[in-house]
C-alpha cells in the first residue's frame, strides 16, 4: 500500500511537470544537454512502482512495430553526418520516446480507473499555473511586468517567430512554457476536453471540490486555447464545440440536420479564410519551401510520398521513426533534425502502412470506448484531438496521450474499481 501511495504522489508530480517542455533548454541555457520531459521519467518510476501496468494490450503491438521499422529504417539510409548523434541514438530515440508516451499512457488509464478525481484535481492545478505563468509571460511581452534579463532575451526571440499581424496591429499568440503557442495550445486543449467532457457526464457522482476545480480548470483551459492563436486548435475547439452541442440537440432529425450544416458551413468557411491568409503571407514557392508553415508542409507532403516510391519496402514498414530528416536533409532546404509537421504524414512515411494500421486500430478501440460512455460527444472529442495534434513539429506529447487515456478510461473495466486510502 506504501508503494501504491508513492506511486498516486509521484503521478501527481508528474501532471504538474506535463508544462515543463523543452523549451526550458533554450530559457536556461542548457545547450548540449538530452532533453527528456520530467513527466515521462516519473511516468516510468511510477510504472515500475505499480507493477507495470498495462491496462490496454494494442500499444504493445505498435511499440514492437516501431522499434522493427528503426531496425529496418537502418538499412535503407544511414544517419546525416550532420546529427551530431550517433547512429544508434538516431535509429532508437524515437521509438524509446515513444515507449514512454505508452508506458504514460497506461499508467494515466490505471490512475483514472482507480481515483478518477484524483486525477482531475490536480491537472486542474496544473492547468491553473501554467495559465498563470504564460499570462505574466504574455504581459511581460508588453513590457507591463519586470523579467530576468536571460527570460527578456527569450522573449524577444519568440515575438520574432510567433507574432501574428492584424493590419497594422501585431498580436503576440501565449505559448507559456513551450517552445511554440501551437503546442501550448494543445496542452489546454487536451486539458479542456478532459474537463468538458468530465463535466458533461452526468451519470458521474461529483463532488463540489471537484466540480469547482474542474470549472476552473475549464476556463483556464479554453482562454489558453484560445490565446494560442492556432488555427488547428480553433478549427478543434469548434469541432469539439458543435459535437457536444449536437449530443445536446434532442433527439429530433431536423434540429441535428440544421447543427450539422452548421458546422459544415463554419468550418469550410474558416478553413478556406486561415489558408487565404496562409497563401497572402507567404512568398510564391520558387524552389525553396523554407520560410513558412504552408509551403513547408506542402514541400513535406510532396516529397514524403516520393520517398515511398523511392524506397519502395518503405510503404509497408516505413522509413524508421524519426528518420523522415535524414533524406530531407538531402535537399539542402532542411537540418536533419527537421519533421515533417504533418502528423498522419510522419505515420504514413516512418511507420508504413502496416504501422498505419496498428495505430489507426488503437485509436479505432479508443473512440468506441468513447462513443460508448459519451455518445457523439465523445467521438467528436476524439476527433477534435486529432485535428489538435495533426500539425505539430512532433505528435508525441504527454496531455494528449492522458487525453486518450481518459476516453478509453470512460467505460469502467468490468473488475472492481479498488480505490486508494
Known amino acids: 500500500m506504501a508503494r501504491l501511495k ?23 541555457g542548457l545547450v548540449g544537454v538530452t532533453w527528456i520531459d520530467p513527466t515521462l521519467i516519473l511516468g516510468l518510476i511510477v510504472f515500475l512502482l505499480m507493477g507495470f501496468p498495462i491496462k490496454e494490450k494494442g500499444p504493445i503491438w505498435i511499440l514492437a512495430f516501431a522499434f522493427v521499422s528503426a531496425f529496418l529504417g537502418a538499412f535503407l539510409l544511414r544517419t546525416s553526418p550532420d546529427r551530431a548523434k550517433s547512429a544508434l541514438y538516431v535509429y532508437y530515440v ?56 536571460a527570460v527578456k532575451l527569450y522573449l524577444e526571440v519568440f515575438k520574432a517567430r510567433q507574432t501574428l499581424s492584424w493590419g497594422n496591429f501585431e498580436i ?19 486539458s479542456l476536453v478532459v474537463f468538458v467532457l468530465y463535466l458533461s457526464d452526468s451519470e458521474r457522482m461529483q463532488d463540489k471540490k471537484s466540480r469547482t476545480l474542474a470549472v476552473l480548470g475549464t476556463i483556464c483551459a479554453f482562454l489558453g486555447t484560445v490565446a494560442s492563436l492556432s488555427d488547428q486548435m480553433l478549427i478543434a475547439l469548434l469541432i469539439l464545440g458543435f459535437a457536444i452541442l449536437f449530443a445536446f440537440a434532442g433527439r429530433t432529425g431536423f434540429a441535428r440536420k440544421i447543427l450539422l450544416s452548421s458546422v459544415v458551413a463554419v468550418l469550410a468557411l474558416y478553413i478556406a479564410s486561415a489558408l487565404s491568409a496562409k497563401n497572402k503571407t507567404e512568398s510564391a514557392f520558387s524552389g525553396d519551401p523554407t520560410g513558412g508553415s504552408f509551403s513547408e508542409r506542402s514541400f513535406h507532403a510532396r516529397y514524403g510520398f516520393k520517398l515511398l516510391l523511392e524506397q519502395p519496402a518503405s510503404i509497408v514498414t516505413g522509413i524508421g521513426p524519426g528518420r523522415y530528416g535524414d533524406y530531407a536533409a538531402r535537399t539542402g532546404f532542411f537540418p536533419p533534425t527537421v519533421t515533417s509537421q504533418f502528423t498522419l504524414l510522419d505515420w504514413i512515411v516512418e511507420y508504413g502502412s502496416l504501422g498505419l494500421m496498428l495505430i489507426g486500430a488503437w485509436l479505432f478501440r479508443i473512440g468506441s470506448h468513447a462513443f460508448s460512455r459519451f455518445g457523439i460527444a465523445g467521438a467528436g472529442a476524439l476527433a477534435a484531438l486529432l485535428i489538435a495534434n495533426m500539425f505539430q513539429a512532433n505528435w508525441m506529447w504527454e496531455s494528449w496521450f492522458l487525453a486518450l487515456a481518459f476516453l478509453y478510461a470512460s467505460v469502467p473495466a468490468p473488475e472492481r474499481e479498488e480505490q486508494w486510502a
Open 6 to 28: 508513492l506511486a498516486k504522489w509521484l503521478y501527481a508530480l508528474a501532471l504538474l511537470a506535463m508544462p515543463l517542455s523543452y523549451a526550458l533548454k533554450d530559457l536556461f
Open 94 to 149: 524515437e521509438p524509446a520516446r515513444l515507449a514512454l508516451n505508452i508506458i504514460w499512457y497506461w499508467i494515466s488509464i490505471r490512475m483514472l480507473t482507480l481515483d478518477k478525481k484524483f486525477v482531475l484535481r490536480w491537472l486542474a492545478i496544473c492547468v491553473g499555473w501554467e495559465f498563470s505563468v504564460a499570462a505574466y509571460l504574455y504581459a511581460a511581452f508588453y513590457d507591463l511586468v519586470p523579467v530576468p534579463d
Open 172 to 190: 503576440y499568440r501565449m505559448a507559456g512554457t513551450f517552445i511554440e503557442s501551437p503546442p501550448f495550445g494543445l496542452f489546454m486543449f487536451c
